[in-house]
């Protein structure tokens, strides 16, 4: 699993061997299972996450119903860094929907990391360049959500993540964005007898 997150990372830059040895004896993996609840409305988060493998729902629940804000799959980081920053409770949930492997970033591997960018200041720099593309991805996502109309925001999803069609059940991918079910059902239906 760790050859997974060396890859993620060679994308930005290419490690030493050393460097890999320092990271492999810094990152905590963790397996959770389907259905688990990695933070709960109300708790504050004491970790993040990177997925080696699995997808993982964010979601709020709004007058008794579940609204699904965001899906995520491997190779992609999981935080809610108001919460953990701020020390706040969280306004939302994580839940796993498949089976997970995870790194693990807490306070503790954070206080790692700071002495492993003290011994490879590139490691800094590429922290800041991966966070700027996740912020930036995320800046991305809610403008469109913003401006989209359900259809293309189902359009949309077909062509970057097709999938999550086959990951996760298709209400919640409906929440996501932002329909009931049967509207969901009505969407694909119409686009089935535009072909």
Known sequence: MLN???EYISKYISLSEEEIQAISKTIQIRES??????LREG???REGYFILKGCIRKYTIVRGEEKSTNF????EWVASPQSYSGKVPSDHYLTCVEDCSLIVGNQQTEQEFYSLYQRFPRLEVLTRTVMENEISKYQEMLSTFKSDTPEERYLKLIQTRPELFQRVPLHQLASFIGV?????SRIRKRLMNKQ
Not at 180 to 184: A, V
């Open 4 to 6: 997974r997150f060396v």
């Open 33 to 38: 299972k389907k259905g688990t609840v990695l």
């Open 43 to 45: 708790q504050i988060a």
């Open 72 to 75: 995520f799959t491997e190779e």
């Open 180 to 184: 009931k079910p049967e509207s969901l």
